[in-house]
């Protein structure tokens, strides 16, 4: 959430992903993504930095870029 306040281009965040519906079976691959509504979407695909207050990245995926 920090992020987010301090970005104004983020004007919301989702978190879904398997850990957070607790009906799902608990397995070693579960994770949270996180979801932010930007105003724009170029300077996040461009510079994906802004990942790293998250922690070591295992995959990234970015179909934009892609």
Known sequence: MG???QD????AVEMNGSRTNLNV???IVQD???VYLVT???SFINDTNWVNVFGKRMIVQTPKRM
């Open 3 to 5: 992020v987010a306040e």
């Open 8 to 11: 104004e281009q983020i004007h």
């Open 25 to 27: 079976p608990k397995d």
């Open 32 to 34: 949270f993504d996180i």
């Open 40 to 42: 724009e979407m170029d």
